[in-house]
């Protein structure tokens, strides 16, 4: 599996942007960058997804680089809710390879 | 809500005896994953099962961890003579395939 490689731990203050980094130096053509991020006490929720271009929800953005060999999730405006790990995986496209690793993630605290 | 369902929640054994954790995964959604995360620690994949065949059991830790998954739906993961190391909180999530996972909340096993 393609390994993506993030920090082990980030601050930030509230109402503040936040970009976290993802490393992933061994991306193959057909691999997906997907964000998860993990709450207290809860299991792991979507975030957002992209393969080439910047993409853009409700929740945040990912700039992925023009190499694709690292990207960056944006949380334009950091709450309190938003204190998390977060996780960036990479998901191949073809069927039959449909193991997803999660690594060890970014713990994101959101001073107030 | 129609969401990933997770039972039992919270379970106590003591060492020796045998668990079964089960999990209603949304309708329709085709795929199906088990994680379990040991305390302060990332996603470790268990299995993954497409229908009601597995294409990848590369996570279970040993010949005492198997899975099953009928009609397309229900799952149960069965650890046969729990271990203290089995101590962890066992995570299940179901995708539409191609689609973002979406996680339970998780059951989480204590073994005395």
């Known amino acids: 599996d393609a390994k993506t490689t993030q920090p082990n731990s980030m601050e930030s203050n509230e109402e503040e942007p936040v970009h976290l980094p993802c490393n992933h130096s061994t991306i193959s053509g057909t691999d997906y960058i997907h964000w998860y991020r993990q709450l207290p006490s809860q299991g792991p929720e979507y975030v957002i997804h992209g393969l080439t271009s910047n993409v853009n929800n409700r929740m945040a953005s990912l700039a992925i680089a023009e190499d694709r060999k690292s990207s960056t999730l944006i949380l334009h405006r950091a709450t309190l809710r938003d204190a998390a790990v977060y996780y960036c995986?990479?998901?191949?496209?073809?069927?039959?390879?449909?193991?997803?690793?999660f690594g060890t993630g970014t713990r994101l605290t959101i001073i107030p | 809500g129609a969401g990933v369902s997770q039972s039992p929640s919270n379970k106590v054994t003591e060492k020796g005896k045998d668990v079964e954790l089960r999990c209603d995964p949304i309708?329709?959604?085709?795929?199906l994953y088990w994680y379990r995360q040991s305390l302060g620690q990332g996603l470790e994949f268990l299995i993954y099962?497409?229908?009601?065949?597995?294409?990848?059991k590369s996570g279970l830790p040993s010949d005492r961890f198997s899975a099953e998954r009928t009609g397309g739906s229900v799952s149960t993961l069965t650890i046969q003579r729990t271990q203290q190391e089995d101590s962890a909180v066992y995570l299940c999530?179901?995708?539409?395939?191609?689609?973002?996972?979406?996680f339970g909340e998780g059951s989480r096993l204590t073994v005395l």
């Open positions: 099962f497409q229908g009601n065949s597995a294409p990848d």
């Open positions: 995986i990479l998901r191949d496209t073809y069927f039959g390879n449909e193991k997803l690793t």
């Open positions: 309708s329709g959604h085709t795929a």
């Open positions: 999530a179901s995708t539409p395939y191609t689609g973002e996972l979406f």
